[in-house]
């Protein structure tokens, strides 16, 4: 081995430190951006998060309506006389069943952007079938109520035509 003059050891260090400092500052900005980029994937992962437990609360929600409109056409179903009080009561049923179904189209309307989701255009059918089957029962009701009126007025009036008819052959014997 030879020795080295000075000049070559200040080249030698020189060089050492360049190399050195440019590994560290490459090691640094490695962490560096490791630790950048595990921050923007947990901020990702935590905007997803969120997104889905909103997904899910709303449609926990939209399960509980559903399930509220199911009961109350059950209980439409079982109401099979023309009382007033039942009539109102129907007439309440009905009101809950529309204050159900637009609550779910609400919800339906936040979650607008996410339309690409199979099952959130199933809810928005069932939504629609549910508000027609609504309408045909509204409309079934009053056309067994107009049925139920027309029939009391039809026996009505065939029992006042026994009356005359009976009063007329009383009339009629008697001379």
Do not use: W
């Not at 070559?8 to 950048?36: A, P, R």
């Not at 629609?128 to 026996?155: G, H, W, Y």
């Amino acid at each position: 081995m030879k020795p080295l003059n000075s000049k070559e050891i200040y080249l030698s260090f020189f060089v050492f430190l360049l190399y050195f400092s440019l590994l560290l500052c490459f090691t640094l900005g490695g962490v560096y951006f490791y630790f950048l980029a595990s921050f923007k994937e947990y901020s990702l992962l935590k905007k997803k998060s969120d997104d889905i437990e909103s997904l899910m609360a709303n449609r926990l929600g939209i399960i509980a309506d559903f399930t509220l409109i199911n009961q109350r056409f059950t209980d439409l179903g079982e109401q099979n006389s023309g009382h007033a009080n039942q009539i109102a009561q129907r007439r309440i049923l009905q009101m809950e069943i529309a204050n159900s179904s637009s609550a779910i189209q609400k919800r339906m309307l936040r979650l607008g952007a996410q339309e690409d989701r199979p099952s959130l255009r199933l809810y928005e059918r069932l939504n629609t079938d549910v508000k027609a089957i609504a309408k045909l029962q509204d409309s079934l009701f009053t056309t067994k109520n107009q049925i139920e009126s027309k029939r009391l007025q039809l026996s009505n009036c065939l029992e006042s035509n026994k009356k005359a008819v009976d009063n007329f052959r009383k009339v009629n014997f008697r001379r």
